[in-house]
Nanobody
């Protein structure tokens, strides 16, 4: 059983920054076996891709809406993935979810179907 726990959400003014963390655990879990992603869901909208990083950190992918503002990173030794969010905008308000998908899995990094495990989410609210 794999557990993902997000933290770091909160209320911030437009233009501010937040750093989200996602800690992964499980009896035999090793983050080096998983590609990791962040998704978000705003009220009344579908869940959407934000960013993803491959198991070795060799590649990172971003939604166009966050490119240049958000940075995904990971520390496999700590089983933790991060999302640094800068220049936040009210449109970034959403519940942010961490996800893990096996490194040999199929599907694009942008698709939620690529990921097997999900966290419970952390709320990010950006005021104007």
């Amino acid at each position: 059983q794999v557990q993902l726990v997000e933290s770091g959400g909160g209320l911030v003014q437009a233009g501010g920054s937040l750093r989200l963390s996602c800690a992964a655990s499980g009896r035999t879990f090793s983050m080096s076996l998983y590609d990791m992603g962040w998704f978000r869901q705003a009220p009344g909208k579908e869940r959407e891709f934000v960013a993803a990083i491959t198991w070795s950190s060799s590649n990172a992918y971003y939604a166009d809406s966050v490119k240049g503002r958000f940075t995904i990173s990971r520390d496999n030794a700590k089983n933790t993935v991060y999302l640094q969010m800068n220049s936040l905008e009210p449109e970034d308000t959403a519940v942010y979810y961490c996800a893990a998908g096996g490194r040999y899995g199929t599907g694009t990094y942008y698709s939620s179907g690529r990921y097997n495990y999900w966290g419970q989410g952390t709320q990010v609210t950006v005021s104007s």
